[in-house]
């Protein structure tokens, strides 16, 4: 267990719909970091949040969104959805400084869009 | 910036016998290359790194080797077992903003 948690699970909605998940980093973690993997792929880097802001973006689409809360908590909010965002989504992690520390990963959530 | 390579995609053995996957990577300002084990259903989780100022670094059956000249490194496992079957990840450190820059995954399959 890495100490990072993700909310749901599983997720089954529909094309043109919004969801949001959600994602609690390890006690004391000021970084967060999210990835997309689709079936048979490798980790796209989505963005990351540092102390609730912004700290670098990947190959996050304009439908989605993300925000890091006071208490650390992040959002991943996709909208639109469309049937090739089905994927595994990951949560990860990171130490307390702003400079680089091992990244520890969430159980992932599964989105299915039908 | 940073772009690593990782081969082979798929990667099938024989039990007990060795496993060696490689990576590339391009920026030789990168100076910490980790590896990760992704079990199935599981999220990704760091079994091994190196940073620059060491050509090797070895925890019990796992070892990875960095040429910095070259600029690759490699994941060897040895005497590889049931439960070394899962996807590996490398990847390399952007020095420039502190991103990790991923490969695109191995799939290593132990044979019974």
């Known amino acids: 267990d890495s100490g990072v948690t993700q909310t749901p699970k599983h997720l089954i909605t529909a094309t043109g719909q919004r969801v949001t998940l959600r994602c609690s980093p390890r006690s004391g973690d000021l970084s967060v970091y999210w990835y997309q993997q689709s079936l048979d792929q490798g980790l796209q880097f989505l963005i990351q949040?540092?102390?609730?802001?912004?700290?670098a973006k990947g190959n996050i689409l304009e439908r989605f969104s993300a925000q890091q809360f006071p208490d650390l908590h992040s959002e991943l909010n996709l909208s639109s959805l469309e049937l090739g965002d089905s994927a595994l989504y990951f949560c990860?992690?990171?130490?307390?400084?702003?400079?680089?520390?091992?990244?520890?990963f969430g159980p992932g959530t599964r989105l299915t869009v039908l | 910036g940073e772009n690593v390579e990782q081969h082979p995609s798929t990667l099938s053995v024989q039990e007990g016998d060795s496993a060696v996957i490689k990576c590339t990577y391009s920026?030789?300002?990168?100076?910490?290359f980790p590896w990760y084990k992704q079990e199935l259903g599981k999220g990704p989780q760091l079994i091994i790194d190196?940073?620059?100022n060491v050509g090797e670094k070895k925890d019990q059956r796992i070892a990875v080797t960095l040429n910095k000249t070259a600029k690759h490194f490699s994941l060897h496992i040895t005497e590889t077992q049931p439960e070394d079957s899962a996807v590996y990840f490398c990847a390399a450190l952007e020095d420039s903003n502190y991103q990790l820059i991923w490969g695109a995954g191995t799939k290593l399959i132990i044979k019974p």
């Open positions: 190196i940073r620059s």
């Open positions: 949040y540092y102390n609730g802001e912004e700290r």
């Open positions: 990860a992690s990171s130490g307390t400084s702003g400079s680089y520390n091992e990244q520890f």
């Open positions: 920026d030789s300002a990168s100076n910490y």
